[in-house]
């Protein structure tokens, strides 16, 4: 008998195995994606129920006692993220039927989509630094793989710089857990978190978290170490650029929101203040880059650098309520960014260029994307009945709580920024009259329009449910910090140390 | 021993860092290497302690590992480091292989386009 939270990850495995053998068969290979893709969201869906009502779920790989064997475990975080990595898997499946070319379809593109879900299912659900390593090269390798799908000189240039700037992110990453080893003696982050409160060497401590700061910065895109992303994620395929927008810089938020808040509580009450410099810097850089770009998909390739900084200000804000609206807008972030590159890349799709200049005319050739734009970029912006701004909203009653007046003033001056290019492309894609001939363009159909429709659904429903949003996020930020519970249910009543000194004797 | 290995990381990093900041992108991936390394001996050195021709092993007697055996875990760390980073490496140049045919140079000031307005 398998634990379930060996599940997801079996699941896209197994289903990226077979696909890859039957690579040839287009309709099987689809088939499989997509149930391994509804499994995992039917799983994350079960997941956050079953955290709201049990608490954290834990297991050991191969039953090895606690801090010795490999822990895999589950809270409120790790499950929101889980059902969204599921979420935005689906809809750029979706996507990737009628907008993918059958000769990138061959080259195992829904294979590479089922293991980059894989390895973000795995780095949401280990307890074990190392094995959070292991997790990020799986999702890199299958990153790597995708945004290099096609060959274009484009592709191959983006794709050098985001492969090398992510190698020396993981680098560091790798240093740092060795480092870790050495001053701790654990990988595990239970027993981390109970014993780096008591080592030896505070100071080395401080230097190692500034290794786990470096590294999940660069993978989360932070100022000033996130110039790989807007040179590469214009580059490859419409649908892989939304699911790389939405998903992979928050698995580095999600690495730094999971190592800071348990594992070096203490080094994040002395970093907070240099985070949330970081954080502010990254906002304005972000949304200064957007303004002088003249391309959809690189306007919210900036953004998405804006917005981490955001996240990055919930960690920084460094307490409950603060990673608690962090989560929450992380969540809407998601969910949001994918739909806006999805429907920017569908207009894209349609006129067959992304430059501003060249496009035009779209709100009445195709009203329903046009709604859909004005909808998702509403959100992204945090105009109020929609998701962004209750997230937002969040983050900046924390920072005025925290008398962060700085970093408050900075995210609400971004908001109009940001509103600022969303306005951009509206006036240029959907607004101005159409410079060329529009009429021999092909019309979207539903497989187009469906997947961003259903992401601005989710956004709008985040934002009509924002008290039990807010309510969950609460939850998942409590338990993401509370290191007594997690030795608790990870190592058992008497802590980790216990249990190791109870093995040697 | 320690203190030649401290050396010879720090000695791999300075190299690997200086061979990274070259505009070349074949110095680029020795200079991946040369960290890759470096990053690998440190974990080794890492370890509870280093002695030689010690094994990881529990005594079958008493159940207890002696009091100088090596540390298994810094080995099975490193193992796992080394085949990541053969297998990006290798990736890596495959992938400068293919840009050197795209771009018909391997400067990285002639990779630009991708940032160009």
Redesign the interface.
Known sequence: MIHHLFLPLIVPLFGAGVATIISRRQLWVRVIALAATLFNLGYGIWLLVTIATAGRQVTQAAGWVAPFGITLMADGLSAIMLALTALLTLVTIMFSFVTIEARQERFYYYPLLLLLMFGCSGAFLTGDL?NL??WF?IL??AS?GLI?LG????Q??????Y??LN??G??CF??G???V??VA?T?NMAHLAERLNTVQQPSLVTAVAGFFLVAFGSKAALAPLFFWL???Y??PSIAVTALFGGLLSKVGIYALYRVFGTVFQRELTWLAPLILLVAGVTMVVGVIGAM???NVRRILAFHIVSQVGYMAMGLGLAGTVGLAAGILFMAHNIVVKTALFLIGGAAEHLTGTGELKQMGGMARREPALAVLWLLASFALVGIPPLSGFFGKLGLIQAGVAREQWLIVGVAAGVSLFTLFSMLKIWNEVFWKKAYSDMSHLPRAGVGLLAPAAVLVLVSIAMGLGAAPALEYSTMAAEQALDTVGLVRDVCGADGCDAVELAV?R | MNLILSLVIGTLFAGGIYLVLRRSVVKLILGLVLLSHGAHLLIFLMGDRLVKARTPFVSAETGVAPADSADPLIQALILTAIVISLGLLTFVMALAYRTDQAVGSDDLNAMTTTDEL
């Open positions: 190392f390593y292991v090269e890199l390798v790597f290099t060959g274009s000189r484009a191959l240039e983006g794709g050098l710089k492969v090398v190698l020396f993981s680098l790798l240093v857990a060795g480092l080893y050495g003696g990988l807007p040179a590469s214009h580059t002088a770009q003249v040697a």
